[in-house]
């Protein structure tokens, strides 16, 4: 592989991490990776990348995306992330992808990016809403929505990313 072809992939794979990474904070990440996906597919000319798999992956982000949206409408807003907690979400993210990559490679490392991040931003949020009156704080439910959209949207980019990482390196 040359220089320019190494740069390309690596790339490729941080913006994969980074689509996966920008779920956590309600952003349309599987759109992300949607985007990189097809950018790298053209690039290198639908070699290893093809229509069927791409049109698979517009699907999962179609329907993931508009379950946000539908969630969304239903109540279950997102909460504006705070500089503490994207501080934290990242270091929660390196640890968590620490932990996991000895024990899972690759998928553990973009797991461990996601749950890690996930737990750190989660940590930080609880310990800002406990500082709200209990007026101002939302209901369980809301929460609960809002925190099962993030997981569902994280799950469907961990997937996405390996689909796309296994076709590439098989």
Do not use: N
């Not at 069927?52 to 909460?79: F, H």
């Not at 500089?83 to 620490?98: C, D, E, M, P, Y």
């Not at 939302?138 to 809002?146: D, K, T, V």
Request: net charge positive; with cysteine; proline share 3%.
């Amino acid at each position: 592989m040359s220089a320019l072809e190494t740069t390309g992939t690596t790339l490729f794979i941080v913006l994969l991490f980074f689509g996966v990474y920008c779920v956590i904070f309600g952003l349309p990440g599987t759109l992300v990776i949607l985007i990189d996906v097809i950018s790298y597919a053209a690039v290198t000319h639908f070699a290893t990348i093809g229509l069927p798999l791409i049109g698979l992956l517009t699907i999962m982000t179609l329907v993931v995306e508009g379950i946000d949206v539908l969630s969304g409408i239903a109540g279950a807003r997102m909460i504006p992330a705070s500089k503490t907690s994207v501080v934290v979400s990242l270091v929660g993210g390196v640890l968590g992808a620490a932990a996991l990559t000895p024990v899972f490679l690759g998928l553990g490392t973009i797991t461990g990016l996601f749950l890690g991040g996930f737990g750190g931003m989660l940590l930080v949020e609880q310990a800002e809403r406990k500082k709200l009156k209990p007026l101002f704080r939302e209901r369980f439910g809301i929460r609960a929505g809002r925190l099962g959209i993030v997981l569902l949207k994280g799950a469907t980019g961990i997937a996405m990313s390996v689909l796309v990482v296994t076709r590439i390196y098989s």
